[in-house]
């Protein structure tokens, strides 16, 4: 499982390290499993950094990974959309009072 898992990260960091490197990035390895490029984004300079990862467990619990962080997502996404009908309510509250 290992050699396969070691095997499958090279092949995935190179093809990704190619990919980036071939849209002009200025890509470097800084790990054997990761790299990174400077980027800018509304003007302050950031690194990206890309680590590719083969998990040790297999299965369901990858796929349960992914359903949880969806979970996440969407319960952060709900309590932000009460906030903001609640602040909206707020303002148009204190509007009347006014």
């Given at each position: ?16 390290f ?14 054997s ?45 709900e ?20």
């Amino acid at each position: 499982m290992v050699k396969v898992a070691d095997k499958v990260r090279s092949l995935y960091i190179k093809e990704l390290f190619d990919y980036f490197a071939n849209k002009g990035e200025d890509v470097g390895m800084i790990a054997s499993n990761s790299f990174n490029f400077p980027i800018v984004m509304d003007g302050e300079e950031l690194f990206l950094e890309v680590v590719v990862k083969v998990p040790k467990d297999g299965g369901d619990d990858n796929f349960l990974k992914r359903d949880t962080y969806a979970d996440k997502v969407r319960d952060r996404e709900e309590r932000k959309a009460k906030a903001d009908a609640k602040k909206k309510e707020s303002a148009k509250a204190k509007e009347k009072t006014e």
